[in-house]
């Protein structure tokens, strides 16, 4: 019945939205408990871990005496470093073509693929692997080279 009520629009069931939402609450925690479980475990863990960065950057504010819209200013281009796709200007055929590293997923070998317009719009151009290693913690160790 769960599984029917999930997959009919809420208003062919019959039923109210909370009720149909905890019939598909219900049926999830059946069929994926675990999972859920987990999931929810990560999420918890996150929205700590945010928090914990938010009373950081407070505190640095405080202590600094800093003007916090200053102190975000100042901060703002570190932060959208760290993270982001890291892209690169190449010459092909007589055009300028920006490409983003993209690495395998046991992160040993990387390629240059054509960015895609989201990818533009979020990334940064690193000048080398030291520069985008540190902007986004990565171990000094890294035997990866720069491009």
């Known amino acids: 019945m769960a599984l029917a009520v999930m997959e009919m629009p809420a208003e062919l069931t019959g039923i109210s939205i909370v009720q149909r939402d905890a019939l598909i609450e219900r049926a999830?925690?059946?069929q994926h408990g675990e999972a859920l479980k987990a999931v929810q475990e990560l999420e918890r863990g996150i929205e700590l871990?945010?928090?914990?960065?938010?009373?950081?950057?407070e505190e640095i504010i405080k202590e600094s005496e800093a003007?916090?819209?200053?102190?975000?200013?100042?901060?703002?281009?570190?932060?959208?470093a760290a993270g982001a796709n890291w892209l690169k200007k190449f010459q092909e055929n007589g055009e300028e073509v920006v490409r983003v590293s993209r690495w395998n997923a046991t992160r040993t070998e990387g390629t240059w693929a054509k960015a895609t317009p989201e990818e533009l719009?979020?990334?940064?151009?690193?000048a080398n692997f030291e520069e985008y290693r540190l902007a986004n913690g990565l171990p000094a160790d890294d035997n990866r080279s720069a491009a």
Do not use: S, T
């Open 28 to 30: 999830l925690e059946a």
């Open 49 to 57: 871990a945010e928090r914990a960065v938010q009373l950081g950057r």
């Open 67 to 80: 003007d916090p819209h200053q102190f975000n200013e100042l901060a703002e281009p570190f932060e959208k």
């Open 121 to 126: 719009e979020n990334g940064v151009y690193f």
